[in-house]
C-alpha cells in the first residue's frame, strides 16, 4: 500500500523567514504522481503543484519551489520570504493507480500547520 | 465560473438520523470523490466514483453511502450507523487520469446535537 508521510505536525515561523515542509512516500508503482495542496482556514483544499516521477527537475514558483528527489523518496516544499497569508495546512499527495483503469485515487499525508506571525 | 459546490456549509444532526450532503460540480469531470477530514488527520476516502451509476467503496466506507445518477451530482449520506459522524466533508472531482489534480469544494462541517 501506498503512504505519504509528513513529519511536521506544525511549524511556526515569523515573517520573511524560509520554511522548507518535508514529504516522504511509499509506493512500489515506478510511474506515479506527487502533489501538493493548500487549505486555509477557509478550509477548501487548493491545488499547488504537481510532480511525476519520471521529471526530476525542481521547479520554483514565485516564493515557492519544490524539492523532488527520487533517491529519497521526498518531494519537498520550500516558502522563501514567509508571509502571514502563507499560512495555512499544506497537504502532500500520491496518486494511486486504480488497477488497469486508468483512474487513481490519491493518498494524502496528515498535513503540515504552518503558522507566520508577523 | 466552473467549480465544485457543497451545500450545506454547516449541518447538525440528531441521534438516529440520516443526513445527505450535496456535492454538485460543473467541470464536466468523469471522477468525484469524497473524504472526511478529522482535526490533525489527513483526508480519508469516503467513497469515489469514476463514472455516472458506479461508485466504490474507499478506506472508510461503512456508516456512509452514496449514489452517482447524474455525472454533476454525487450526494453522500450520513447514515445512523455513522457513530461518530462529526467531522469536515470535502468532495472532489477530477478527471479522472493520474496525472490530473483533484478540485476540492468548500466542504460540510457536520456536528452532532
Known amino acids: 500500500a501506498q503512504k505519504v508521510t509528513q513529519a511536521q505536525t506544525e511549524i511556526s515561523v515569523v515573517e520573511k523567514e524560509d520554511v522548507t515542509l518535508d514529504c516522504v512516500y511509499e509506493t512500489r508503482d515506478t510511474t506515479y504522481y506527487l502533489f501538493w495542496y493548500k487549505q486555509p482556514p477557509s478550509g477548501e483544499l487548493v491545488f499547488l503543484i504537481r510532480?511525476?516521477?519520471?521529471?526530476?527537475q525542481n521547479e520554483i514558483s514565485g516564493r515557492y519551489s519544490w524539492n523532488f528527489q527520487k533517491s529519497t523518496s521526498s518531494f519537498n516544499f520550500t516558502i522563501t520570504a514567509s508571509q502571514v497569508v502563507d499560512s495555512a495546512v499544506y497537504f502532500c499527495a500520491l496518486s494511486e493507480a486504480i488497477g488497469n483503469s486508468g483512474y487513481s485515487t490519491l493518498t494524502f499525508g496528515k498535513g503540515t500547520m504552518l503558522l507566520v506571525s508577523p | 465560473d466552473g467549480g465544485i459546490t457543497q451545500s450545506p456549509k454547516y449541518l447538525f444532526r440528531k441521534e438516529g438520523q440520516n443526513v445527505t450532503l450535496s456535492c454538485e460540480q460543473n467541470l464536466n469531470h468523469d471522477a468525484m470523490y469524497w473524504y472526511r477530514q478529522d482535526p490533525g488527520q489527513g483526508l480519508r476516502l469516503i467513497y469515489y466514483s469514476q463514472i455516472v451509476n458506479d461508485f466504490q467503496k474507499g478506506d472508510i466506507a461503512e456508516g456512509y453511502s452514496v449514489s452517482r445518477e447524474k455525472k454533476e451530482s454525487f450526494p453522500l449520506t450520513v447514515t445512523s450507523a455513522q457513530k461518530n459522524p462529526t467531522a469536515f466533508y470535502l468532495c472532489?472531482?477530477?478527471?479522472?487520469?493520474?496525472?490530473?489534480?483533484?478540485?476540492f469544494g468548500d466542504g460540510t462541517r457536520l456536528s452532532i446535537l
Open positions: 472532489a472531482s477530477s478527471p479522472g487520469q493520474r496525472n490530473q489534480p483533484q478540485h
Open positions: 510532480r511525476n516521477s519520471f521529471d526530476e
